[in-house]
């Protein structure tokens, strides 16, 4: 109710809108056995004094045939691309135990940040060291080992360089050289783990190197463990 500056009342009257229903189609793709029964209510009501042109009988019934065809292969693609994919989950099951690779020995040092790097031995070390170095190989830091079981082991850098300056932020590269527990020399870097197990995530194989997961696809190389 709404009252005008004279004190009179104002009726208003209200006016109703209907909106236009919509009409869904739960049935908006037609498949082959919809085209047939098309086909045959066709031929069932189509004229006694003149029938329907066998040709064109003919080349609908074709028509179909090459709908069916179709889904049949649609069909079979899509299984196909399902076994295809639980082939490569397989196989990341396979590789559990195995050496992956890879590719790159990198570590990121970021400025002011101690940078954290995991290496793998595949046999138990007396001695050696963790070299730090540039894309061409020249050394700036040298890390002295003790003992180290075989494994895979955990070290730190704080970002200096043998004379305890600190080195710019960017890419560096770490290996190892080591004497084994016989005597013999032993090489590693990082980069190179043994798969200790498969995980399946949104349709993505990972495969946990060390103390982290990375992409399957990602693995340069995997070899015998």
């Known amino acids: 109710m709404a009252i005008d500056a004279f004190g009179n009342t104002l009726t208003s009257t209200t006016a109703t809108t209907t909106a236009p229903s919509s009409v869904t189609n739960p049935n908006s793709v037609l498949g082959k056995d919809d085209f047939l029964k098309l086909l045959m209510v066709e031929l069932k009501y189509q004229d006694p004094t003149a029938p329907m042109d066998t040709e064109k009988i003919l080349s609908q019934t074709s028509q179909l045939a090459t709908l069916e065809s179709a889904t049949n292969t649609n069909t079979a693609l899509t299984k196909l691309a399902t076994s295809l994919s639980s082939s490569s989950q397989y196989a990341g099951i396979a590789a559990i135990g195995k050496i992956a690779d890879t590719g790159s020995n990198a570590i990121t040092l970021a400025a002011g940040k101690t940078t954290d790097f995991e290496m793998y031995f595949p046999s138990a070390a007396a001695s050696g060291n963790v070299n730090i170095m540039d894309v061409n190989g020249k050394v700036f830091k040298t890390l002295p080992i003790g003992a180290t079981d075989a494994g895979v082991a955990q070290y730190s850098w704080d970002g200096t360089d043998n004379t305890g300056a600190k080195l710019e932020a960017g890419t560096y590269y ?47 190389e995997i070899t015998g463990g």
Do not use: C, H, M, N
């Not at 005597?183 to 798969?195: F, L, Q, S």
């Not at 949104?202 to 399957?216: E, M, N, Q």
């Open 174 to 220: 770490a290996e190892s050289t080591y004497t084994k527990i016989d005597g013999t020399a032993g090489t590693t870097r990082v980069g190179v783990y043994p798969i200790q197990s498969i995980k399946f995530d949104s349709g993505t194989t990972y495969a946990k190197l060390g103390s982290g997961y990375v992409d399957f696809s990602t693995i340069k």
